[in-house]
């Protein structure tokens, strides 16, 4: 026994040892090959195309696959298509713009949380850190309030948005510190609140039978008064403000350093931060004013990117787009057909967030620490 | 080539924390900036890279006053290595260095093939190329302090300023840090870096700056500025000598 036992353990270590080299020698493999960002793009696009498919698909009124090419086919050949009236008005102008809707909500607050998350060096913070949301929601009730037309609402949702965060920026900058971001996400908390007890006064003061619904409707988020007419108020901001943002993506991972790093390394990060809030409140506030408040999406898919194709901006914000835009279009064919009434986005949002985010915490937070 | 500091008042719009100054770091040289914590390095730091203007007086570099350059072309001419932190999300290493890169570029430029050569071949300088598509959040204090400094010389910079290089290393890679900023020296750079250990500035470094109070106690080739009673004056503390015999070489112990 006791000669055997050096012997085994003699055998045990030089086992141990060769399949430690092997492993070690993988490890150098792996290592060394650059790590794709292919693949991760590839489910993105996936989720996408499955999310457009099964938005069109899924509903009261049954639409078969064949409809929605031989309507869309029409559309761009000219022509008839062969199917009857009231599949090709609700392909066309009710599930369609509903659609289309979605996707551009969804990948604007994708974006939008994405370029925040980088420029506030905090994988925590959302599209809404400095008041857009709180912003567009006071414009919103203050619009219910004074019975004002569905555009009207929405304007006023959208300049409440801009506005909101116009103020945080001046405040921001007007406080001197070494540490200008802090200062921002700190003026978006106060001032968010502030707004948020606006809210709370103008809904106290609303008519409890009429208004009230309206704005606890629209403050829950919802895709379902989406139609043709919504499309262009919502497509200008969000293209040019994810136009801005997308050519501003080899920046964000320098932006992403603490400031002082970052202008050493000559990136011009006073303006640059203009640019890039400007840009994200503008497709934020759009997105707010079209669908009402959607909490997580732009705090969850930037995870989501990250976890498919790393941390590097030049990906993760074209991803995060996509993802996004699958992503809630998933959430909002979930939201008018799981029960005989609509469920609200932002509920939705966070029946699924929430749960989501709490495995994200626990599996893949060192992509961020 | 010279970063020339003159006359210079250094501070933040609310607190004065220098005067006084005059300090140049020229290529080829390595200048140690030492002192006590509140002396005003750290300060006098940022003021010669450009990231903070001076109160009073001017730095010029090549004779051009450097906060009136744009600031890529700063960042052309200085490149900065940060004391060494955490970071927030897990860039690879190559991503870290080729941010190094971004003063070459347009701001929508993505980086090119010569950019991803030249921070490969930064990497590959400190030895550490085979770390490229590790996250950076994963690799050692050691090892992320030498892709800092990768990054910088990625800058392609004339010159380099490292703030505490040493200060969460562990003894080896002190030396190993102490022994790179020597070797950039001799390829023509020139070096500007602070530090709590007057040995480190004796091995690494050409002269000595002595900052005290946001004054300067003392200037000039270590040999002459770092002695017992400079350094007994620069921390109010007592300081001994150790002296090797073979070599003459001096390391100073605090207490």
């Known amino acids: 026994m006791l000669g055997l036992v050096p012997g085994i353990h003699v055998f045990h270590t030089i086992a141990l040892k060769t399949w430690m080299a092997g492993t070690s020698l993988a490890m150098t493999v792996i290592e060394a090959m650059p790590r794709s960002t292919f693949p991760g793009t590839l489910v993105a696009i996936a989720v996408l195309v499955a999310g457009f498919a099964v938005a069109f698909l899924i509903g009261r009124f049954p639409v078969s696959a064949g409809d929605i090419v031989s309507v869309l086919w029409s559309k761009v050949a000219g022509g008839a298509s062969g199917v009857p009236a009231a599949t090709e008005a609700v392909i066309l102008k009710v599930r369609g713009p509903r659609v289309i809707a979605a996707f551009l909500v969804g990948s604007a607050l994708a974006v939008a949380g994405t370029a925040f998350q980088g420029l506030f060096r905090n994988p925590l913070v959302s599209p809404d850190i400095l008041g857009a949301s709180s912003g567009a929601a006071l414009g919103a009730v203050l619009g219910i309030y004074f019975s004002l037309g569905v555009v009207s609402i929405q304007l006023f949702a959208f300049i409440g948005g801009l506005v909101a965060v116009a103020a945080v920026y001046l405040i921001g900058s007007a406080i001197r510190t070494r540490d200008p971001v802090l200062v921002l996400v700190l003026a978006g908390v106060v001032i968010g609140s502030l707004l948020g007890a606006g809210v709370g006064l103008v809904k106290y003061l609303a008519d409890p039978y009429n208004q009230l619904p309206a704005m606890t409707f629209w403050l829950l988020g919802s895709l379902a008064a989406a139609n043709v007419s919504d499309l262009i108020p919502l497509f200008g901001p969000v293209l040019i403000g994810s136009v801005v943002l997308l050519a501003l993506r080899h920046r964000m991972n320098a932006m992403s350093l603490p400031e002082e790093e970052a202008r050493a390394l000559g990136v011009p990060t006073g303006w640059l931060r203009v640019a890039i809030v400007a840009a994200a409140t503008l497709v934020t506030s759009a997105s707010v004013a079209t669908a009402g408040i959607i909490g997580w999406v732009g705090l969850v898919v930037p995870h989501l990117a990250r976890s498919l194709v790393g941390p590097d901006f030049a990906r993760l914000l074209p991803v995060s787009a996509i993802l996004g835009g699958g992503f809630l279009l998933f959430i909002d064919t979930i939201a008018r057909s799981m029960a005989q009434v609509e469920v609200p986005l932002g509920i939705l949002t966070a029946v699924i967030g929430t749960p989501f985010f709490i495995w994200l915490l626990a599996s893949v937070s060192k992509t961020w620490s | ?255």
Do not use: W
Request: one cysteine or more; aromatic letters at 6%.
């Open chain 2, 1 to 255: 080539m010279t970063i020339e500091g003159r006359n210079l008042s250094i501070g933040y719009p609310d607190r004065l924390v220098g005067s006084g100054l005059n300090v140049a770091v020229r290529e080829g040289e390595v200048l140690a900036l030492l002192g006590p914590n509140g002396g005003g390095k750290t300060t006098l730091l940022k003021t010669l890279l450009g990231l903070l203007a001076p109160r009073e007086g001017t730095v010029h570099v090549m004779d051009k006053p450097l906060h009136d350059l744009p600031i890529a072309e700063r960042a052309r001419l200085i490149g900065y290595v940060p004391q060494v932190h955490q970071g927030t999300f897990a860039f690879t290493v190559e991503s870290v260095v080729l941010m190094g890169r971004t003063a070459h570029g347009s701001l929508f430029a993505a980086p090119s093939a010569h950019d991803r050569e030249i921070s490969m071949m930064m990497l590959d300088r400190f030895g550490i190329a085979s770390l490229a598509q590790r996250a950076y959040t994963e690799i050692s204090g050691g090892e992320r302090q030498l892709v800092l400094l990768a990054r910088a010389l990625a800058q392609e910079p004339r010159f380099i300023v490292l703030d505490e290089p040493t200060a969460s290393l562990d003894f080896g890679n002190q030396g190993k840090v102490m022994k790179e900023i020597g070797a950039l020296a001799e390829a023509g750079l020139g070096v500007m870096f602070t530090t709590h250990d007057p040995n480190h500035a004796m091995r690494a470094a050409t002269r000595a700056y002595l900052l005290r109070d946001g004054t300067c106690l003392a200037e000039g080739p270590v040999a002459d500025v770092l002695t017992v009673d400079n350094l007994e004056a620069l921390y109010r503390a007592n300081v001994q000598t150790l002296r090797d015999e073979r070599t003459g070489a001096v390391a100073f112990l605090p207490g």
